[in-house]
């Protein structure tokens, strides 16, 4: 038996949503084009592929309005099964976008008793994603935005968001649940302006929580895409600030709507930096995948694998490419000048700022400096198309 070395194992920490195995092809123009799974029947199909967990919404495996009862059942048999098949439940997240009650928001709706109605449904989601052990708790503020601008006064609607999710903290540390919260940012759609766009944005709103130490972000490949901005700047900044706690990868078009592509289907180049990205730093979360089989497919299968795969074979790329001699001796061209002023700038004191105004630099050598840049980009070229 020859083996495969992109074989999946449990220790790739790759998981899915069930929301991405259940979809049955639906779009805005037309009907479902397959069944919708069962939840056994995703997870089965999951543990069968060597997936380490999943990540779902309270509605993906308890019935929205069931009774106390009905959600017991639901869960018991849904802990067996994971037992069962060896399969974690990684992430969980609050479904605060498909009812109708959530049509001009959820957080940030202007009705009070919609907001409370909200943080009542993600409160009973957190006493699910503590059964189940779920670490990671995503918001996505798929309804949080608006189309009429005169409708809602963006800092008020700041301030009820941030309300909330203050509260949310609290039930967690008051219930000493070991859950962090992740917020997911995305431009538009389903709204035509969605609040907290992007990574940064994200970041400068924890900044104003009163737990910010609780929070980060889960940022999702096709949603910086879809804002048409750089994937890898993107996550590094989330990265950067330890706030990066889970992602969701697949892949998209720039700038248009939410396709939510297979990862690595649309660019390559992209998907290998994200991957380097996680692999050189050591990102130590959950590989993610959030994305939809082809409306064309009749079962989710062969998208679950081509995630995993591509995945495995971009982290086999990533390696090349640090082993690679040419492309390691042009980094160390690029980045090994001036050894002597690596730590000038350092730390501010004093007696390194007088050192600072008393250094000469010679403008023309500096700028007169190569950079190889044609070559090193031919050489991922070159990786990523197996001939390097
Ligand atoms: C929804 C959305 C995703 C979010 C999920 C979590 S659900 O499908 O498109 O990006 O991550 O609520
Ligand atoms: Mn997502």
């Not at 995703?42 to 967990?53: D, E, M, P, T």
């Not at 601008?149 to 949310?168: Q, T, V």
């Not at 302006?193 to 096709?222: K, Q, R």
């Not at 074979?313 to 040419?326: D, S, T």
């Amino acid at each position: 038996m020859s083996a495969d070395r992109f074989a999946v194992k449990k220790e790739d920490r790759f998981v899915f949503g069930i929301w991405c195995l259940q979809n049955r092809g639906r779009d805005p123009f037309g009907d479902q084009t397959r069944p919708e799974l069962s939840v056994t029947e995703c997870l089965k199909g999951l543990a069968q592929r060597n997936a380490y967990g999943f990540e779902f919404h309270d509605n993906d495996i308890v019935p929205f309005g069931c009774s106390a009862a009905e959600r017991d059942r639901h869960i018991r048999e849904i802990k067996k099964l994971m037992a069962d098949l060896n399969i974690k439940a990684t992430m969980a997240t609050t479904n605060l976008f498909y009812h109708p009650i959530f049509k001009d928001g959820a957080f940030t709706s202007t009705d009070p008793a919609i907001r409370a109605f909200a943080v009542q449904k993600v409160m009973n989601c957190l006493d699910i994603a503590h059964e189940m052990e779920a670490k990671v708790f995503v918001f996505w503020g798929g309804r949080e935005g608006t189309e009429v601008d005169a409708s809602k006064d963006p800092i008020e609607a700041a301030k009820w968001f941030r309300e909330a999710l203050n509260f949310l903290c609290e039930y967690v540390l008051d219930r000493d649940y070991d859950i962090k919260f992740a917020l997911e940012p995305k431009p538009n759609e389903p709204r035509g302006d969605l609040y907290l766009p992007t990574v940064g944005s994200i970041l400068a709103f924890i900044a104003t929580l009163d737990h910010p130490e609780m929070c980060g972000v889960n940022p999702e490949v096709a949603h910086v895409k879809m804002s048409g901005l750089n994937v890898y700047h993107e996550f590094a900044q989330a990265l950067d600030a330890g706030k990066l706690l889970d992602v969701h990868l697949n892949d998209q078009k720039p700038l248009r709507f939410d396709q939510d592509l297979s990862f690595a289907s649309d660019n390559l180049k992209d998907a290998f930096f994200l991957a380097k990205l996680l692999e050189d730093h050591r990102y130590e979360g959950t590989i993610g995948f959030d994305a939809h089989p082809y409306r064309s497919e009749a079962d989710p299968w062969d998208f679950v694998e081509r995630n995993m795969r591509n995945y495995k074979i971009l982290k086999a790329k990533v390696q090349q490419f640090n082993e690679n001699k040419e492309i390691q001796q042009l980094l160390a061209e690029i980045h090994g000048v001036n050894p002597d002023l690596r730590t000038i700038l350092g730390r501010y004191s004093k007696e390194q700022a007088d050192k600072l105004r008393q250094t000469a630099f010679d403008v023309d050598r500096l700028t007169a400096r190569r950079l190889p840049y044609e070559r090193l980009d031919q050489l991922v070229t070159e990786v990523l198309l197996g001939v390097a």
